[in-house]
């Protein structure tokens, strides 16, 4: 599963030799992070965040299991015990920020990897595989953090889940059925915050395996790259290690030193007031808001105000969020354009750029309380949204004319480093659909 | 296939949100949303300067000390204070005897058990218990006021915006009602028994003013108490109830922050020097 020149694991100490013999295990990492795994020597920082976002899982996992010492899964104490790792554990203060403003880093994290997937066409043949195993991975994300939010069991938390599960109860006639055994009860009570506890202990290591056939698939076609040409010789790759170790390192610093600003000094600026304030089933909050990155999602689910003949218009809503992120996943064969990056599609890059500012605002409107003029606005962004991928996107591929792509990463980067515009590329060369001599 | 499937699909969408855009903007244009009383009226907290601000504020002590006297003195007849401990008070800079003779002069009681007749009893708090909860139950807390439950304190200005600030205007926010709400909202004149506030949500509040003279507390340190003086008192000591880590925090936050910017800078110089041969000959 690499390039014909990739370095070959040579254990050179008896022990590694013995290992290697027994468990193959060195050379599985030195195949896949290692010297052995040749990568294209012209990515840019937007390479950067597929380890940071696995980064941001493996502080996720760390901090949450010290958090689960501490933590009682009953809703009669639940909000205490948080509120004693606080103030009475060890450090706990610090894991308890580390890991809220954790999830939000991690979902940053992984927007701009999808940000970086979009753009760059890494959905495109021949690494599918790579782009649905990370839909699948952002939606175990999903769920894991919104069952996160509920265990503080603070108001945001209950109402949060009451409105979530109540999605549901918007499908006909077995939609009430479903949310009561998923509540394990009416409302959220001790059995929905057990098992929300359970799961959201469970998922991320679920999320761990997904990683690994995320990485698994990604190694077999070869990382992509900002000119979307393939790797065709071994002048176009570096191994990973030390070139893209190096570089990940400085990302890293970078992630963490952002992180540490608002950890340290805003922990709870993304969070929401009312979760300091414990549940309460009695008293409604003002607005009921999800965590920052539910917002999108959010108002595309409130933007449906008008029923459709029999079909209410909440049902119609929940179909539409759950359709948002579900038909992403047809989105390889949505986008037919045979050129992967958006460098060389100045109609794509146009309405790419639309489709930012838009998810942008629908972000706005989700965190805005439901009331005009943004319902409206959201109407607005929610149908571009959908018209950008289902009707747009198909109709770009078919008519557009890409520039001229590169005759290879070797060639566009000495191109950057020789005279900048006196020749970008070399006119007439298509791209290159086929996975290279890969496999 | 996909891509018909798609285009419907996408067009039932997009086309039902454009339709429900436009019954909304008729709506809206036919029949603008009435403007609520709260959203005219309700204020955001004042601006009000306290030593934890910024990045690097730090508590102060005396302060916190003048704040907790105005908690024990006025607020705690009310309101319990159940996240902390006696023993917490340590960090507000008393020493284990004072903490001590706090807690067993504390006014409200400890519930306990007699341990000779297991009958339900009371006894002097001693520094490891929490704060006692002025009322026995919820419903005792709203019968005694009105029907209203005073909140908890501990976490108080963590579960508002602007939170410290807010305690501060709330205390100091009680007004009559301006006659220009009265003349626009007619409805909503304050109901017996609640309280004009414009820095609460809706406006009225069950609360009665609690600091309502100059000198309503003897501070032992000579500070003037006026009203303003103790509010800002007052809310200070609540931000230590709500994060009492926070001085730690920043510390914490400050070296990891320096120590952090070295490491990069260093892997910076490490990842150019990697890639010197690559960028440069290529």
Known sequence: MSFPWAEHYTPKHPVMQWIDEKLPLPRLVYNAVGAGYPVPRNLNYFWNFGVLAGLALVIQIVTGVIMAMHYGANTLVAFGTVEQTMRDVNAGWLMRYAHANGASFFFIVVYLHIFRGLFYGSYKAPREMVWLLGLVIFLLMMATAFMGYVLPWGQMSYWGAKVITGLFGAIPVVGEPIQTWLLGGFAPGNASLNRFFSLHFLLPFVIAAVVILHIWALHIPGSSNPTGVEVKGPQDTVPFHPYYTAKDGFGAGVFLILFSILLFFAPNYLGHPDNYIEANPLSTPAHIVPEWYFWPFYAILRAFTVDFFFVPAKLLGVLAMFSAILMLFFLPWLDTSPVRSGNYRPTFKKFFWILIIDVLILGYCGGAPAEEPYVMISQIAGAYYFAHFLIILPLISRFERPLPLPGSITESVLNRQNIKGEQDALPGMGADPQPSNAG | ?282
Not at chain 2, 5 to 32: M, Q
Not at chain 2, 139 to 156: G, K, R, Y
Not at chain 2, 173 to 179: E, I, L, N, R, V
Not at chain 2, 224 to 231: L, S
């Open chain 2, 1 to 282: 296939m996909v891509r018909i499937g798609a285009f419907l699909v996408g067009l039932f969408f997009a086309g039902w949100l454009l339709i429900s855009f436009l019954v909304g903007a008729v709506a809206y244009v036919s029949e603008p949303p009435a403007k609520t009383v709260e959203h005219e009226f309700h204020k955001h907290p004042k601006d009000v300067d306290f030593s934890f601000d910024g990045p690097f504020g730090k508590f102060d002590r005396p302060q916190l000390q003048r704040g907790f006297q105005v908690f024990k003195e006025v607020c705690s007849a009310c309101h319990s204070l159940k996240f902390v401990a006696f023993r917490d008070l340590a960090a507000l800079g008393y020493n284990e005897a004072e903490i001590k003779a706090i807690a067993k002069q504390w006014a409200i009681k400890t519930p306990d058990v007699d341990p000779k007749t297991g009958e339900m009893s009371t006894r002097d708090p001693v520094p490891a218990d929490y704060f006692p909860k002025p009322f026995a139950n919820n419903v005792a807390a709203a019968a005694a006021n009105n029907n209203a439950i005073p909140p908890d304190l501990s976490l108080m200005t963590k579960a508002r915006h602007d939170g410290s600030a807010y305690v501060y205007s709330l205390i100091t926010g009680y007004q009559s009602q301006p006659a220009e709400l009265l003349k626009h909202f007619p409805d909503a004149k304050t109901p017996e028994g609640l309280h004009y506030n414009p820095y609460f949500a809706n406006l009225n509040l069950a609360m009665a003013p609690p600091l309502t003279a100059d000198g309503q507390v003897t501070y032992g340190d000579g500070t003037k108490a006026t009203v303003d003086q103790m509010a800002k008192d007052v809310a200070a000591f609540l931000t230590w109830t709500a994060e009492p880590k926070l001085e730690n925090r920043r510390r914490a936050g400050l070296a990891t922050i320096v120590f952090l910017l070295i490491a990069t800078a260093l892997a910076y110089m490490s990842y150019q020097n990697i890639w010197a041969d690559k960028k440069k000959a290529a």
